[in-house]
């Protein structure tokens, strides 16, 4: 499937974040090295007070998601098992996929990359970081017709 216009700079992540999180802890759990990790800290944009841990990769905006959730699973699978008893000690663990938005961008996940992440076992997210419009009314530029349009097949 051709994408008319993507998210730019697309990634997939497994994000483990939580208050008593000592990022040390996981890397030495994973056996892996995050790609971002940081203490809790009262003051942070993220997830203030809680520590965060996370693996991302990171493509390019035509490639979509499917081979970074490739990839991701790849590198989580052989430690899958730990990565659940971390999230059973309590840890917030999810699959995160995120990007820049414009106005009018999309983004496709086929039934096969959904099927990979899902067999994680994790929750999904989704996450994204956009300018501000430049208009006002591109505010409103997501809400569907009042006619009704966006139900017709």
Known sequence: MEL???WDTPRAALLITG???????????LGITPTFSREAT?????????????????????QGFDGLVD???????PVLEEVQDIRRRGHS???DLSGHVRSGSRTFLSPYALARAARLDLPVSLTT?????????????????????????
């Open 4 to 6: 008319v216009s993507s």
């Open 19 to 29: 208050r008593n999180l000592e990022p040390q802890d996981i890397t030495a759990a």
């Open 42 to 62: 009262r003051d942070a944009s993220f997830r203030p007070g809680e520590g965060c841990w996370a693996l991302q990769v990171t493509g390019a905006p035509e």
């Open 71 to 77: 990839e991701l699973v790849a590198l989580i699978s």
């Open 93 to 95: 663990v999810q699959l």
């Open 129 to 153: 970081d956009a300018g501000p419009p430049a208009r006002s009314e591109d505010l409103l530029d997501w809400l569907p017709a009042p006619d009704g349009s966006h139900r017709a097949t």
